[in-house]
């Protein structure tokens, strides 16, 4: 829990790792949210990754965000992937060859992946 005081300062917040925002008060919560844009990265051995659900549910966008999104984000600022697209309910970005089998194996059975040079 991290108390957030009414004090007119700008905070920055990972929302690359898994959380939630609650009002405990008795006036309402009101946030300006800006997403920063993700780094282009250069990387040495790209390949292409589609990932998409090969089914469409309701749980679609909480499972992508909590095993799917926090890796992305991780990479990204690691400088491992780049050029990331989403075209609802499909994802693509360029990834380090090396880091294939890793997103492999925390891809939930719920997503296929597409993998092109």
Known sequence: MFKLDNDG???DMDAGRIHTAVNFGTTSRVQLVVRKLLLK????DPKHVTVTPIE??????????NTISPWLNVSNKNGKISNFIFNSPTIEFDIES??????????PLQFKLEITI
Do not use: C
């Open 41 to 44: 990265n250069v990387l040495l």
């Open 9 to 11: 300062i700008w905070y």
């Open 56 to 65: 469409y549910k309701e749980e679609f966008r909480y499972i992508f965000d």
């Open 98 to 107: 090396s880091l294939i089998s890793e997103f492999k194996n925390l891809l």
